[in-house]
Structures are given as structure tokens and as C-alpha cells.
């Protein structure tokens, strides 16, 4: 079967790693068309907008885009993309999973854990005024039906992968409005999941119990800001954002991405990791019903990895970026 993928390069390592995508895809026999779409400082230096209307069209036409990474200036300069681009499409639900991988060096054995992010709420809401020079004001906006549909997505992502325990993360002690209702109605949701354990935990005392021993949670589900971040200390627990894919899963689109940035210290030099994105590439392979292909893909990548022959700088090698990938593609059908 023939699919349409929309694709979105990126700046910096993005060309470098969406290629890497495109040649193991194509080697899998997955028969993707992609359709490349502009995003970014390629496509604001090209048309004036970051987020070009046409790049929107394409994505809402094929329901399924994969993206590198996009440079976004701090404090100043464009609109972020990658947040304009989950609330454009609705992208309610951000999903990271954390699962150590063999010959990944990391700080703990055998993590495997989902972090459930919601996506187009709470700080990242956008809206922020100057009250009077020199003081300025983020409104974080919880809603109940925002609230309700991630948690929902959280259990039903439970239900369908067999796990066992899903945890909300919060901070209704001192948000007791805010954090409040999203706690109140991650408890009322649960109730309708008697299949899954269900408990719930203050954010910071989170933090630390994910460090000291990360084997206690399963699936963890939480408002944006807390997600950005405990999303990234999971990362970190499986050996950091080179390794570590996501999708953000909406119900008209689905975007799948590499959590790390740019990288603009080795763009260029053939030296980025494409394991992050070629992970997030088979979680949009699954969600497409390609499972088989998006298994050989990770089964080659994996052993790769456990090798531990051909790996790039950042995992303590010396390969290139296409010596790597010609690794995969050797790998594929094989492993
Ligand atoms: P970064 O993730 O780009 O880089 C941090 C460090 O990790 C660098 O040393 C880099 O070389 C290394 N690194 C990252 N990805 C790698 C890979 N795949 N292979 C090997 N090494 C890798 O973070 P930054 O420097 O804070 O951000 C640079 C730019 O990226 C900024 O403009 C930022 O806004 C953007 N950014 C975009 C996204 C996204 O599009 N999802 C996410 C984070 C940052």
C-alpha cells in the first residue's frame, strides 16, 4: 500500500537525519510518498512566515507528517513552530516514550516508561501581555475538556500497549484551582479504567523519584509545562535526547519528531544521530498500520546499537551519520 507522508526537513541536522528516515524507510519496503513541505527559518526566510498556510493544507490532507528539528530564537524573532503547529492542528496529546536501549550508555538498566504530555494548553498557551513596563504576565489555561481528553488518551494508550499503571503528575497542592481540575478529572476518568492502577503524585517530589528509582512508573500523564520537562529528565534516564523519539497525536493529524534540537554545533559535518528520529519514524510507520516494517526497522537499529560497532560521536563512536545508516540497512530482514 502507497502512503503520504508529509515531510518536514527542519533546519540545522534535519536534511542530514530525515534522510537517514528516507533511505531506511525505502530499504524496509514501506512505499511512502513524501510530500516535502516547508517550515521554519528555511520557510520564513523564503515566504515571510515560519509556518507557511500551504505546509498546514498538506498536513490536514495527508493526516500524517514527519519533522526534523526547527531553530526558534529565544525571547525574540517568530512564532514558535513546533507550538504553533500542535495548536494549528490540534495536536492535543504528546507522546514520549523512554525505554532503555542495549549499548546506549545511560544511567539505569531496563526503564521503560511513556510520558503522556498535554500539548496545547497551560503556559504554552500563548498568552502573555505587559501589565505595565518592567512586569508581564503567562496565563496557564487548564480546561476541563483539555484535561479530560488527555487523560483518556493516557489510559487508552495503556489499555491498547497492556500496560499496567498510569500516574497524573500535578501541583494541585499549591494550583488548587488549576492543577485542581486537571487532577479532578484525571481521578474521574480513571474511574472508568478499573483494568489499570492509577495513583497520583505532586510534580517535584515526581522529579526526584523518576531519578532515584524510575522503575516505579509505567505511564505518567501531565499539563504541558511539567511534560517539557519531565519528558526530557526521562530522556535523560535512557541516555538523552539522541535516543528518544515522540508523536504529537491529534484527531485530524499526527506529527512524529526527534525531541532534540537543531543541533547547529554539528550541522552539516555528518555527525548527528539519527536515532531519535528513526524511532519516531517507526512509531508513525505503527500508526499507519505498518507494523511489521516499523518492527524490522527497530529490530536493525537496535542491534546496531548492542554492536555497538558503528556508532556516531555523541554515543562514544566514531561512525558517520551514513555509516551508521548503512549499518541499518544492512541489518534490515537479517536481525
Ligand atoms: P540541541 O538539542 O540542538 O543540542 C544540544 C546538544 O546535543 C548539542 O551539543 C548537539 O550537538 C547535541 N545533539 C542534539 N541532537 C543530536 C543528534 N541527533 N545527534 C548528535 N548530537 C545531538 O539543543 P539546543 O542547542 O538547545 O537548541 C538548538 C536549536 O534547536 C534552537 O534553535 C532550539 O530552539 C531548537 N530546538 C528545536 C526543537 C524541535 O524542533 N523539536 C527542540 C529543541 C530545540
Sequence with gaps: MSHQVCLLSGDGIGPEITTVVQEVVKAAGVDIQWVPCQAG???????GDPLPQ????NIRQTKVALKGPLATASGKGFRSVNVALRKELQLYANYRPARTLKGVPAPFDDVDLIVVRENTEGLYSGLEHTVIPGVVESLRVITEVGSRRIAKFAFETARSLGRKKVTCIHKANILKLSDGLFLDTCNDVAKDYP???YDDCIVDAAAMKMVMNPHQFDVLVMENLFGDILSD???GLVGG????????????AAVFEAVHGTAPDIAGKGLANPTALLLSSTMMLKHMGETAAANQIE????????EGKTLT??????????QFCDAIIAKLGTS
Excluded: R
Excluded at 527559518?41 to 515566504?47: G, I, N, T
Excluded at 535526547?241 to 485530524?252: F, H
Excluded at 536493525?300 to 546499537?305: E, I, K, P, R
Design 195 to 197: 483494568d489499570i492502577q
Design 54 to 57: 500551504e505546509t498546514l493544507d
Design 41 to 47: 527559518l528555511s520557510a520564513f526566510e523564503k515566504y
Design 233 to 235: 529528565l526521562a530522556s
Design 313 to 322: 560521536g555523541d554515543m562514544k563512536g566514531s561512525a558517520t551519520t551514513s
Design 241 to 252: 535526547l539522541g535516543v528518544t523519539p515522540s508523536g504529537n497525536l491529534g484527531t485530524d
Design 299 to 306: 529490530s536493525a537499529l537496535f542491534s546496531v546499537l548492542e
